[in-house]
């Protein structure tokens, strides 16, 4: 089947789906979202990219944003942040305070917001907060070719008056020494950081180079492949939070998820796919999102785990 009737039916069936989940309210400028919407991208190797839905309409990507934030940190200073954060998967909560006590303010992995905190901090070393945020938001456009990205200031300004576990998981790591700059400036590096916004078809092309190994087709060598593929692991076996596994089984590619209710997802050495969905599960993973990516990699035997002869 062609991959734009493909997403086009995918994007049919998520449209009439009667259950599309419960959008985020704790932030309140993403629970006036439509959960209506759903949009769909898919960028493929040989550099075709595909869309349907609402594939153009910007939308908050959230913790979507730590895969290039962690990109960012291991650019710095390599694998010494393995130091400071886990590659491990969680088994609890995005946003959960108390796997730090246990082990000794040291998160789990850089996907959870905990992890997230530690790479906002290597960021901002020798930086101020509107420095490391521009560079985030440069590093971004350059990777989808799009210098219209930008950061909702509103989304950002709602999570800074909202974000009482933030700064409560942002203290709690600073009194185990796991932080070196100002809690106020990493909360607010990182609240810029989660409100980019984002179309389907931006994320898609932004994810590319994850998809070829390293290497962006508009900005070149971004990571080397060794790099590439761990970055798929940690998406792959932690991306979802406490529904990772169950993401791993039902899909079957790495994929990082946002409350805003987009994905990521990459097949390496065949496609870079965004959906977005407002609604979220239990978990905080788009519903439908997750649904959607289920029927494309099944219809296009894209799993990791499937047979390369399939």
Request: net charge negative; hydrophobic share 45%.
């Amino acid at each position: 089947m062609p991959l734009d009737d493909l997403l086009a039916g995918i994007a049919a069936e998520m449209r009439a789906a009667p259950d599309r989940g419960r959008v985020a309210d704790y932030i309140p400028s993403l629970g006036s979202v439509d959960p209506a919407c759903f949009g769909i991208a898919l960028c493929t190797a040989d550099g075709s990219c595909h869309v349907a839905g609402d594939a153009d309409v910007a939308f908050s990507i959230q913790s979507i944003s730590k895969v290039f934030a962690l990109t960012l940190a291991l650019g710095k200073v390599g694998d010494a942040l393995w130091s400071r954060v886990g590659r491990e998967p969680s088994g609890s909560a995005f946003n959960s305070i108390v796997q730090l006590e246990r082990e000794a303010g040291i998160p789990r992995n850089p996907f959870i917001n905990a992890g997230a905190l530690v790479c906002t901090d290597v960021h901002l070393a020798g930086h101020s907060p509107r420095e490391a945020i521009g560079e985030i938001l440069r590093f971004v456009r350059a990777l989808a070719d799009d210098d219209d990205i930008v950061i909702d200031e509103t989304v950002a300004r709602s999570e800074q008056e909202h974000g009482f576990r933030n700064a409560a998981l942002a203290n709690y790591i600073r009194s185990f020494g796991n932080l070196s700059q100002p809690v106020d400036a990493v909360l607010g590096t990182y609240f810029h950081q989660c409100a980019i916004a984002m179309s389907c078809r931006q994320l898609a092309m932004a994810g590319r180079y994850l998809m070829l190994g390293g290497r962006s087709p508009g900005a070149g060598r971004i990571v080397t492949p060794v790099r590439a593929r761990r970055i798929n692991a940690i998406m792959l076996t932690c991306g979802h939070y406490d529904a990772s596994g169950d993401f791993a089984f039902r899909v079957g590619i790495p994929g990082k998820s946002g409350v805003g209710g987009g994905i990521l997802a990459v097949a390496p050495g065949r496609g870079s796919i965004a959906v977005w969905s407002p609604g979220l599960n239990a978990q905080g993973n788009s519903q439908l999102g997750t649904l959607a990516l289920e029927r494309l990699s099944s219809a296009l035997g894209w799993s990791v785990f499937d047979p390369v002869d399939a």
